[in-house]
């Protein structure tokens, strides 16, 4: 339709059409804008974090393969803003990021016949919930991993078919989302398999296949350079490991005495993520530090949970349900979420010579975050009514799940990358309030398209003398 009325229509009027179609869009997108202006306003610079923000800094400055936790997708993207030796401008950057995510799901909604008081809804938590736009004034990959999955969706939800080189193109965004996080690579399968079920044909899912695998093995290779072994990370077993921590029982499982070394010691953490750095943890104290047994890890692990299945299964539902709780549950009890922005000053730990290698080659000004008056006591005050609840956000998830079902499946793919990013990360390490993060968007989108039902239908074009007759009014010659 709208490309018909573009070829009848003055430009100056199809224009004005459009607009009028995203007023409210619009005023939201301009609010959501102005809170971002505050937040950078409130603070005096980026939130750093002890020690992911400086490992991705180290990795931006000295361009190497992180060999534990984190791949190098977002160190690249400091890489790019290394230049400009501003911690606060990626902040900025990643702010206009924030927003963007916002722009997709509402236009991909659009595009799909929702109208735009729902699609606007459903951009709504990307836009104004604190812990997003707190990620996005953070030197985390948490907002990257979004909007490249986000990304992905767009390309590949834009037509009923998806055309080769938008195939091409979401897996090429896949591949990013993996680079960045490796919890993120599973989605090219499930994206592939998307194709396949929707019968997309062979060549959209070469094209997604290859423009995916390749940018990973090579990732994998320039790994092995560095590291010896072809991988994308060097801490999967550590996280695995530390996943069985609260349930293994080695007078079951019976390791082999290389493996039996890393059995629960007596150590009592209250998340399976704190058995990672806990000095006591059988891990923790094998020479050589933890990840150089990250092998040995993998293999205890995996034993573990062929021999108690039922006891694995029982500890990831029981961790993924935090995430619907109506108030949000400290796990660990260390890390207190918060649905609000802080108040106060966040000093560094000085005392690392990591931050003193990153402030001479990155950004000489990097600090503690503190906030500024008079904004900052604004954010402290900052109502967000629209506060997604957990049990809420279960809602949405079976909303979502219930669209999937059908011959059509609208909300089929994000319903299932949203359930993927929820539960993956709590089976292969621990459940952590920020990682639930992803899942959000992905979950709105699929309620939305499972209100929305099909694809918009296609109009039959519309003539000139009909839009003559329709636009004619009152006194018209």
Known sequence: MTSS?????????????VARGHRLFAAVLALAAALRVLVMLGYDTAQLYWYDSFTYLDTAVNLRPNGAFHPAGYSWFLWLMRPFHSVELVAGVQHVIGLGVGVMIYSLLRRRSLPGWGATLAAVPVLFDPAFVRLEHAILSDMQVIALVVGALLLMMWHERVPVRLAAAAGLLLA??????????????????????RRAGRRPFLAMALAATLPLLAYAGW???HHGRFALSGSDGVALWARTMTFADCSLVQPPPEEARLCPNGTVADAASEYVWAPTASLNLLPGGRFAHNDLARSFAVRVITSQPLDYLAEVVKDTSLAFTWEPVPHPRRMNPTTSFPHGSWPLPEQHALIGEVRRAYDPDIRGMRSVEPFGSLLAAYPYPWFLHGTLFGVLLLAGGIGSIGRRRPALLPWAFAMFLLVAPVAALDFDHRYVLPAIPLACLAAALAVAGTPR?????VRREEITVRTAGPGSS
């Open 5 to 17: 009325l573009v070829a009848v229509l003055p430009p100056a009027t199809v224009v004005q059409a």
């Open 176 to 197: 990013l989302a993996g680079l960045t996080r490796t919890a993120a690579v599973p989605l090219i399968g499930l994206a592939l398999l998307h194709l396949l079920i």
């Open 223 to 225: 790994y092995a350079q």
């Open 457 to 461: 239908p296609r109009c039959r074009p």
